[in-house]
């Protein structure tokens, strides 16, 4: 069984700063891609960041600039630096990570619980 276990989200007013971790457990043999994806309420669920195994990144137009996905491979965890936070910016973040749990094995996905993202005006 994987768990993937977020943190970070809270309350923080416009223009503050928010770092969100995930970190991955379980029957582990790799994790390929990893991804930060978000829903406000009514709105569908969007990309916000994705980082590969090799550390290449893609970000929604929306928080390139502000933004700033990273990840140790070591803990098999995934951050999210949030800066320059807008009210925008509030919703539910999920972390994702697509897992290999043996050689040859397919690639499942696996989502976090999410956690709350709320931005004062």
């Known amino acids: 069984q994987v768990h993937l276990v977020e943190s970070g989200g809270g309350l923080v007013q416009a223009g503050g700063s928010l770092r969100l971790s995930c970190a991955a457990s379980?029957?582990?043999?790799?994790?390929?891609?990893m991804g930060w994806y978000r829903q406000a309420p009514g709105k569908q669920r969007e990309l916000v960041a994705l980082i590969t195994s090799g550390g290449r990144t893609n970000y929604a137009d929306s928080v390139k600039g502000r933004f700033t996905i990273s990840r140790d491979n070591a803990n098999n965890t995934v951050y999210l630096q949030m800066n320059s936070l807008k009210p925008e910016d509030t919703a539910v973040y999920y972390c994702?990570?697509?897992?290999?749990?043996?050689?040859?094995?397919?690639?499942?996905?696996?989502w976090g619980q999410g956690t709350q993202v709320t931005v004062s005006s």
């Open positions: 379980g029957n582990i043999f790799r994790i390929n891609g």
């Open positions: 994702d990570a697509d897992v290999q749990l043996s050689t040859y094995s397919p690639v499942y996905r696996y």
